[in-house]
């Protein structure tokens, strides 16, 4: 039986134009009248979540830079995990020699060099928050929660990721959130870890937790999980990972997910 479901934000509980459906709203009031807990986490910074607490009525933690801070819903910091300082100027190194544009996210700040580079302008509709301009990242790697990597060259940045994986190993933690994202944090900051927090926080069992996702790190939260749900716009490779596939984030991927796998008949 599922006690909680923990789902990801873009691309999965919102359209591509960052809204919320009627149906995404009303499947999970439906959890919520079913005594089933749900949960958020994404990459974005916890003020880019405020403003699914309302609507979603939610009460649990969030888990903002993909675990790497953990608020409540009025925001107030759980727990906090920053990339060690001495990696923070080799992954944004590491980053800029694909051609990527980075960005920093620490504290409540978010950082970047050039206000008119790649994704932006659509990161800050997305979060609702403009960024700090800066003329260089020096003097700002302590506190880091989140370095980016942005491009539209989807390859470079999988291919970033992969060598941000193989050189700086077991120190941080390396995945895309987006096609044209690559996320690094803390090791301790990946959607795995998530799922295990709230885990021990509500006493749960592994196989009471469903999880939907539809980008690479969402895999580790779906092997930490009994139930889950690939959305059908991931790629082929989330999709295998996953126990079941939904309809896109266009056709109501989630509230499908929910209805069909999770309170429906089908449901585990």
């Known amino acids: 039986m599922i006690r909680l479901v923990l789902t990801d934000v873009d691309g999965t509980l919102v359209t591509q134009e ?16 079913a005594g089933i807990l749900f949960a958020v986490t994404s990459g974005r910074p916890p003020r880019g ?46 980053l800029e020699s694909f051609g990527l544009s980075t960005w920093v996210y620490r504290g409540n700040d978010w950082l970047v060099l ?22 260089s990242f020096e003097g700002a790697t302590t506190d ?19 060598k941000a994986r193989e050189v700086l190993g077991d120190d941080v933690s390396a995945s895309r959130s987006q096609p044209y994202y690559v996320d690094v944090t803390h090791p301790g900051a990946n959607k795995g870890a998530v799922v295990r927090y709230l885990c021990g926080r509500y006493e749960l069992a592994p196989e009471e937790i469903a999880t939907i996702g539809d980008m690479p790190n969402d895999v580790l939260m779906f092997a930490h999980s009994g139930l889950s749900i690939a959305m059908g716009n991931a790629d082929r490779e989330v999709q295998r990972a996953a ?19 999770i309170l429906g008949p089908a449901g585990v």
């Open 144 to 162: 880091v929660a989140k370095v980016v990597g942005v491009s539209d060259d989807h390859d470079a940045v999988a291919a970033a990721a992969a």
């Open 49 to 94: 979540m405020s403003m699914l607490v309302e609507p979603l009525a939610l009460a649990t933690p969030i888990a903002a830079f993909n675990g790497g801070l953990l608020v409540s819903p009025e925001l107030e910091v759980l727990e906090e995990h920053a990339i060690p300082e001495n990696l923070v100027a080799p992954a944004l190194d590491l």
């Open 243 to 261: 126990r079941r596939v939904t309809a896109s984030n266009e056709d109501d991927g989630f509230a499908h997910a929910v209805e069909r796998f």
């Open 18 to 33: 960052k809204e919320l459906t009627a149906r995404a709203v009303e499947a999970v009031e439906r959890l919520h009248e």
């Open 114 to 135: 050039d206000p008119d580079g790649p994704h932006v302008e659509r990161e800050a509709r997305t979060v609702r928050f403009e960024p700090h301009v800066v003329e």
